[in-house]
């Protein structure tokens, strides 16, 4: 590859955000290669972006609009977008009609771009005037997000990738680093390389491939996650190691916060005994964390995907901040994004509770400026359905349309057979797909092809904040078009074509940084990206990676927050949070005595629509599979290589059975990419608890109750 003509551009999978070097051989084939200048990466890429260029062929594509003539019908009949856009159009209008703006929906993705993302969301909430959007980041990092929200007052993530490398201690908790987020995972292995002394703590229920560079690992039980945090707040406060100063000048609720985490867990053995760890590890940890002032606590699914997904992720937050150890080189809570745009999506108010700009649905005024700047006729004046509900709502019919973008919500959805159920009940199905067929698309009424990954343009932000470009190398195929362009053209065929007159995704990411500046004017807040608001088509499309907070005025954007210990909140301080651990919601008995957790795999992506077109990927791990303690498989008749069946209250899956002592006794492990189209009966979302945190609305993927039998 010649890199001076490649295009730049970024990984389309995880949150990492890589910076990827495109260009396309006189063969037609694609060539990628890590971008060096890329700050997430300076050239690195794990397996599945280094295998992006096998995925770029247009076998199973969706090329043109088209229209399902009966429900039942295999065969679909070729459209023009006109005709698309107008059905679309009428059908969503006679529905509001008839039964009130809040009988259609939106349901998205973190896969959109920011362009996209923002154009949905200005078209449900100022044009529809519903707030019925709800986002699969749903899935992933809700619950991180509504405990920034609570303890920061805005949706905010303190640290950025190098502070990881500047730290003496780094802790993972429920996060399998090296198979999900592989390139932060060699920048940490790179600098314990570089510095020793620099210690890693894994806090997982698995041995997963994480725990092979940890210098120590807590098998915690599941769901135990705020008695453990609870407790290290406790020992921290006994060791005296508060920083009375932070915390009397900068933040609100020590006393409370301190006084639940002494109910819940002073007592170190009995934190060990409810967590399940060796007393001796747990005070080790608790040792670490104590005596180390540069620690990042980084988290994701495991943390988050639970009933108490917002607790657990307060838990750590509140050990920060009593410790004074945020807004520093080297130190914070640090929430590790799982897909590649969900933080852009945060930006736009991607979730059905959020307005765009962190502004908040819930307050009038916020609302009334937004409205102001769109200029639109209304504005949604409640939260929408989050994404279970969102389903619930379709399968009793309270939502008789919805338009699914870019997601597969017959697989990764909990209790997804009633996921499906619904959709079948639903009176008019949109999906907006790169794919003609999959499970959820077999359900559509209309469907729309997507333009993809190296055919589209617009921008992404990762874990760190860091807004980048998504750059196009290829032509659309067909008709395909960009989602910002799709949803733009209903909304235009519903009478505003003034509002989404856009003709490129650089206008659409001006307005959105706009937004944010006419935002500062009259509510200001951290998230910033007016400094970006007046490119032109150039300088957009030359954009280097920044981080936000950009502010009008500034070239170079912000790599930490919390450097002046100033928070979102109304009087600049943070909150600790006073936490009451509580388990989750199902428990396992006698009919179910197995915990089922779910997760991906290193080398597939989601329901492996890209990935599964790389046959080197699929070397990795080549059918679904289930992990099983060998005490258990003992106990059970079941031996490796079998295939087992997996039941639990809400459904049926089979897969290989994988005897292993990585996981502990009674837990299962299957991971969630196989889906109807490559392993129909391995869909593991069909037999997951549809059960959600309370605040975040984030299932419980991590703990349903299940039991396992040869099959
Ligand atoms: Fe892509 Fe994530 Fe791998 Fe980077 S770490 S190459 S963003 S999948």
Redesign the pocket.
């Known amino acids: 590859m010649n890199p001076s003509t490649a295009v730049r551009t970024t990984?389309p999978?995880?949150?990492?955000?890589?910076g990827?070097l495109a260009s396309v051989n006189r063969n037609g084939s694609t060539e990628v290669s890590?971008d060096p200048a890329h700050p997430?990466?300076f050239g690195?890429?794990?397996v599945?972006?280094?295998a992006l260029g096998e995925t770029m062929d247009l076998h199973g594509r969706l090329l043109h609009p088209a229209l399902r003539p009966t429900r039942d019908s295999a065969a679909l009949q070729r459209i023009g977008w006109d005709e698309a856009a107008s059905r679309i159009a009428g059908r969503f209008s006679q529905i509001i009609a008839e039964h009130g703006r809040e009988a259609v929906a939106l349901y998205v993705s973190g896969q959109l771009l920011t362009e996209d993302y923002y154009v949905a969301n200005k078209f449900v909430k100022g044009y529809l005037g519903s707030g019925n959007i709800d986002t699969n980041s749903r899935l992933c990092m809700s619950s991180a997000v509504a405990a920034h929200k609570r303890a920061f007052g805005a949706d905010l993530v303190p640290v950025c990738y190098e502070d990881l490398e500047q730290a003496d201690l780094i802790v993972l908790v429920g996060s399998n680093t090296a198979w999900c987020?592989?390139?932060?995972y060699q920048r940490i292995a790179a600098a314990r390389a570089a510095r020793p002394s620099m210690k890693l703590v894994v806090i997982d229920p698995r041995r997963t491939a994480t725990c092979e560079q940890a210098d120590l690992h807590l098998p915690i039980a599941p769901g135990t996650d705020v008695w453990l945090f609870n407790g290290l707040l406790a020992y921290l406060r006994r060791e005296g190691r508060f920083n009375f100063g932070f915390l009397r000048d900068h933040t609100h609720g020590e006393i409370e916060t301190v006084d639940a985490a002494e109910r819940s867990a002073g007592n170190l053995d009995e934190v060990a005994r409810v967590c399940g760890l060796d007393p001796q590890a747990l005070r080790d940890f608790y040792r670490l964390w104590a005596d180390h002032e540069r620690v990042v606590t980084a988290f994701s699914q495991g943390v988050n995907q639970s009933s108490a997904g917002v607790d657990k992720a307060n838990a750590i937050i509140n050990c920060h901040l009593a410790a004074g150890r945020i807004g520093m080189p080297g130190a914070g809570p640090f929430s590790i994004t799982g897909q590649?745009n969900a933080m852009g999506g945060r930006e736009v108010g991607g979730l059905s509770n959020q307005l765009a700009a962190h502004l908040e649905l819930e307050d009038p005024d916020h609302r009334d400026l937004v409205r102001g700047f769109w200029g639109s006729p209304e504005i949604a004046d409640k939260p929408g359905h989050k994404a279970v509900d969102l389903f619930e709502a379709i399968y009793d019919g309270r939502v008789k349309a919805v338009w699914i973008i870019a997601t597969n919500p017959v697989v990764s959805l909990p209790d997804a057979d009633r996921v499906r159920a619904a959709l079948k009940r639903c009176e008019f199905v949109v999906v907006s797909e790169v794919n003609r067929d999959t499970d959820t698309s077999d359900l559509a009424d209309v469907l729309l092809p997507a333009a993809a990954w190296g055919e589209k343009d617009g921008t992404v932000t990762n874990s760190e904040r860091r807004v980048s470009r998504q750059r196009a190398f290829l032509p659309m195929p067909g008709e395909a078009r960009p989602d910002w362009w799709a949803i733009s053209e209903v909304a235009k065929s519903m009478g505003h074509a003034e509002s989404f007159s856009y003709v490129s995704a650089h206008e659409v990411f001006v307005e959105h940084a706009r937004l944010s500046g006419w935002a500062q004017d009259r509510a200001p807040r951290m998230f910033d990206l007016s400094g970006l608001a007046e490119l032109d088509a150039v300088s957009y499309d030359r954009l280097e990676p920044v981080q936000w907070p950009l502010r009008a005025g500034q070239t170079q954007g912000t790599q930490r927050l919390f450097e002046d210990h100033r928070y979102d909140t109304s009087d600049g301080r943070a909150h600790l949070i006073p936490l009451v651990p509580r388990l989750p919601q199902h428990r396992t008995d006698s009919e179910y005595p197995f915990v089922l957790n779910t997760g991906r795999v290193r080398d597939q992506?989601h329901t492996m629509s890209r990935t599964g077109k790389a046959p080197r990927l699929a070397t990795h791990m080549q059918e679904p599979y289930v992990e099983i303690h060998p005490d258990d498989a003992i106990s059970h008749g079941l031996h490796e290589g079998e295939l087992a069946r997996v039941s639990t209250r809400w459904g049926r899956c089979t897969a290989r059975t994988r005897v292993t002592d990585s996981i502990p006794p009674q837990q299962l492990f299957i991971p969630i990419h196989w889906n109807g189209q490559t392993a129909a009966e391995a869909r593991v979302g069909a037999v997951v608890n549809p059960v959600v945190d309370p605040l975040s609305g984030e299932p419980e993927f991590k703990h349903t109750p299940a039991r396992i039998e040869a099959r």
Do not use: E, Q, S, T
């Not at 987020?181 to 932060?184: Q, T, W």
């Open positions: 990984c999978y995880c949150g990492v955000g890589c990827v890590g997430a990466n690195r890429l794990c599945k972006g280094a987020h592989p390139v932060i590649p992506w």
